[in-house]
């Protein structure tokens, strides 16, 4: 069972992975009406799928540790960006902002001594260091293509390849 203080935490959380998904659907959408961008665009919405099937997870968990999962109100999100680079540089500040709310939820499962909840919170922690990985790396990436057409045709191209070869990998 989760006390109301857990239940609470994993609710905020909730909404956290309901406005990430929002956020990135919003920046597919973006992406997608910009010309020749088809590898951003299908990351974006397969990011923002996975960000989904996270907010689920955390629901079926709640309701089935006997608390009551709430599914959020939640703001628009941004909806036009600056640049590609504006885009990437919101995904990482995105990601780093969700890493630190996972491991305040870590801290308060061991302060509460909920040794399953902290358990759960394992697949979150590992999540969470791979897509901070991928943010910065893009970012770099970005970074050395500057204002070069060919470079982020490049780019573009490498991320579509990139989610191919994520499709395929065995699933944990
Ligand atoms: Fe939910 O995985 Fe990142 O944000």
Not at 116 to 124: R, S
Request: with cysteine; charged share 25%; glycine share 4%.
């Amino acid at each position: 069972m989760v006390t109301k203080s857990i239940q609470d935490a994993l609710n905020k959380q909730v909404c956290m992975e309901a406005e990430s998904s929002q956020a990135y659907l919003a920046m597919a959408a973006w992406a997608e009406i910009q010309p020749g961008l088809e590898g951003i665009t299908n990351f974006f919405y397969q990011q923002s799928d996975e960000e989904r099937m996270h907010m689920l997870k955390l629901i079926r968990y709640i309701n089935e540790r006997g608390g009551q999962a709430l599914v959020p109100a939640i703001e628009q999100p941004m909806v036009s960006f600056k640049s590609i680079k504006h885009v990437f540089d919101e995904f990482l500040q995105h990601e780093l902002k969700v890493s630190s709310s996972i491991n305040e939820l870590v801290h308060l499962s061991l302060a509460e001594k909920d040794y399953a909840t902290h358990n759960f919170l394992q697949w979150y922690v590992n999540e969470q260091m791979e897509e901070e990985r991928v943010a910065r790396n893009l970012n770099d990436k970005l970074t050395l293509v500057g204002d070069d057409k060919g470079g982020l045709y490049l780019f573009d191209r490498d991320i579509l390849n990139l989610r191919a070869k994520q499709a395929v990998a065995p699933a944990e």
